[in-house]
């Protein structure tokens, strides 16, 4: 008899416990982190408290094991968010982090996102089979080495074939800017606006493979980086041929021998940061035509600046819904954009992958666009994400 009631009892216990409201627990996240969380949790979770780039959120105890993996599979987070057993500890963790940015540079550029009407019709002009033909040009030249005959030729190519873009734009004009240190020169195309204010995106112009011999190597440097330079080139072509008027100065970079250390971009950006140049964004694209990953673009975090990577995952999230995105580290300052971070400008570097899944063949005679198979369907999102970016930062 005794025993039948425990049994009684223990069942109306866990019945009890199976209808009770799941426990609630209080967590703080990356602000980054909510939009992406709310949508996968809905009534689960409530945003009690926000500051600064961190939100003080209550949610189900049942939630959290799943948030952790998203965490870890979209933003590449171990855990990604900090767990507190009172209210009171959550406030004094959410308090230190306003004290922390209270010290934070104040944002760049406004990036609310405003300019809709604009962005969508100029996203739908984006061809793949321009990209294409850049990327195939481009890689056609032995190599596109900072010293070699070539890679004069190749930027030569490069600024006549952006000249021949503008040739209509009185308010357009392209230079080869000289380095005095080796014969590649940089290319870089301005549309003039209004303001001082400018808005770059670039991306390296030359290749590189071997270790002796790399003036004669063969390094075709498909994906690296004649798939950026096209990109930017169909950027380039879609606000031309769309008549967009800007109201700030666009500027677009070719970098001569960034893959013997950023020696291209390290000179152009220190020389307009003594100049005192009002620069509001810079977008890197260094590889943009080969997809390693399940993820299809990944911002770079370190040698950026987070708030304008936050603004970018707000153009993809609007602009190109169907395209999945998250973030990830180089380790190291792997591109042009370390140089513009370097001198204090807000850089970012949306990449083709993660890096655990780059594309092996870069630096080789194996960095041909039949890696990507013969088309740039990956890359015609990096010109609909960079046409967006130039867009929305200009009104
Ligand atoms: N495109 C690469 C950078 C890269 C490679 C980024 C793989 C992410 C994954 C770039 O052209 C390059 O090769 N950079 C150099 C560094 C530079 C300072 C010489 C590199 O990564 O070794
Ligand atoms: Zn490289």
Same mark, same amino acid.
């Given at each position: 008899?005794?025993?039948?009631?425990?049994?009684?009892?223990?069942?109306?216990?866990?019945?009890?416990?199976?209808?009770?409201?799941?426990?609630?627990?209080?967590?703080?996240?990356?602000?980054?982190?909510?939009?992406?969380?709310?949508?996968?949790?809905?009534?689960?979770?409530?945003?009690?408290?926000?500051?600064?780039?961190?939100?003080?959120?209550?949610?189900?105890?049942?939630?959290?094991?799943?948030?952790?993996?998203?965490?870890?599979?979209?933003?590449?987070?171990?855990?990604?968010?900090?767990?507190?057993?009172?209210?009171?500890?959550?406030?004094?963790?959410?308090?230190?982090?306003?004290?922390?940015?209270?010290?934070?540079? /104040? &944002?760049? *550029? @406004?990036?609310?996102?405003?300019?809709?009407?604009?962005? +969508?019709?100029? !996203?739908?002009?984006?061809? %793949?089979?321009?990209?294409?033909?850049?990327?195939?040009?481009?890689?056609?030249?032995?190599?596109?080495?900072?010293?070699?005959?070539?890679?004069?030729?190749?930027?030569?190519?490069?600024?006549?074939?952006?000249?021949?873009?503008?040739?209509?734009?009185?308010?357009?004009?392209?230079?080869?800017?000289?380095?005095?240190?080796?014969?590649?020169?940089?290319?870089?195309?301005?549309?003039?606006?209004?303001?001082?204010?400018?808005?770059?995106?670039?991306?390296?112009?030359?290749?590189?493979?071997?270790?002796?011999?790399?003036?004669?190597?063969? /390094? &075709?440097? *498909? @994906?690296?980086?004649?798939?950026?330079?096209?990109?930017? +080139?169909?950027? !380039?072509?879609?606000?031309? %041929?769309?008549?967009?008027?800007?109201?700030?100065?666009?500027?677009?970079?070719?970098?001569?021998?960034?893959?013997?250390?950023?020696?291209?971009?390290?000179?152009?950006?220190?020389?307009?940061?003594?100049?005192?140049?009002?620069?509001?964004?810079?977008?890197?694209?260094?590889?943009?035509?080969?997809?390693?990953?399940?993820?299809?673009?990944?911002?770079?975090?370190?040698?950026?600046?987070?708030?304008?990577?936050?603004?970018?995952?707000?153009?993809?999230?609007?602009?190109?819904?169907?395209?999945?995105?998250?973030?990830?580290?180089?380790?190291?300052?792997?591109? @042009?954009?370390?140089?513009?971070?370097?001198?204090?400008?807000?850089?970012?570097?949306?990449?083709?992958?993660?890096?655990?899944?780059?594309?092996?063949?870069?630096?080789?005679?194996?960095?041909?666009?039949?890696?990507?198979?013969?088309?740039?369907?990956?890359?015609?999102?990096?010109?609909?994400?960079?046409?967006?970016?130039?867009?929305?930062?200009?009104?």
């Amino acid at each position: 008899m005794k025993n039948s009631l425990k049994w009684i009892s223990l069942s109306l216990l866990l019945s009890a416990n199976i209808f009770a409201a799941p426990s609630k627990k209080l967590i703080t996240i990356d602000s980054d982190a909510v939009n992406f969380s709310n949508k996968l949790f809905g009534q689960k979770m409530k945003a009690v408290k926000k500051v600064g780039g961190i939100s003080l959120i209550e949610i189900d105890e049942d939630a959290l094991l799943q948030l952790s993996h998203e965490m870890h599979e979209k933003f590449n987070r171990c855990g990604g968010y900090m767990l507190h057993d009172s209210l009171e500890d959550a406030l004094a963790s959410i308090n230190a982090v306003e004290k922390r940015n209270f010290a934070k540079s /104040a &944002p760049f *550029a @406004d990036y609310a996102l405003t300019a809709e009407d604009e962005v +969508t019709p100029l !996203i739908g002009q984006v061809s %793949e089979k321009n990209i294409t033909n850049v990327i195939k040009k481009l890689s056609s030249y032995r190599n596109r080495y900072y010293k070699s005959e070539t890679g004069l030729q190749a930027a030569k190519w490069i600024s006549e074939k952006w000249a021949s873009l503008v040739t209509n734009r009185s308010d357009a004009s392209v230079e080869l800017y000289q380095h005095a240190r080796w014969k590649q020169p940089s290319v870089i195309l301005t549309i003039k606006g209004e303001s001082e204010e400018t808005i770059i995106v670039g991306g390296h112009l030359d290749s590189i493979a071997g270790f002796w011999g790399r003036e004669r190597a063969h /390094a &075709p440097g *498909a @994906d690296d980086n004649a798939s950026g330079i096209a990109t930017i +080139t169909e950027i !380039i072509r879609v606000l031309v %041929e769309t008549d967009f008027k800007p109201t700030k100065t666009l500027k677009f970079m070719g970098y001569a021998a960034e893959e013997v250390g950023l020696l291209g971009s390290k000179e152009i950006a220190a020389e307009m940061k003594a100049e005192g140049a009002n620069i509001i964004g810079v977008m890197q694209l260094d590889m943009t035509n080969f997809k390693g990953s399940d993820l299809d673009i990944v911002m770079m975090t370190d040698y950026t600046n987070q708030q304008q990577n936050e603004f970018i995952g707000t153009l993809l999230d609007k602009y190109l819904p169907t395209v999945s995105w998250g973030y990830d580290r180089c380790g190291y300052g792997c591109s @042009d954009h370390a140089s513009w971070h370097g001198q204090g400008y807000p850089a970012s570097m949306p990449f083709e992958a993660k890096k655990n899944d780059m594309n092996n063949n870069i630096h080789t005679s194996r960095d041909t666009i039949e890696q990507s198979r013969g088309g740039s369907n990956h890359a015609a999102k990096f010109a609909k994400l960079g046409l967006s970016f130039v867009v929305e930062l200009d009104r």
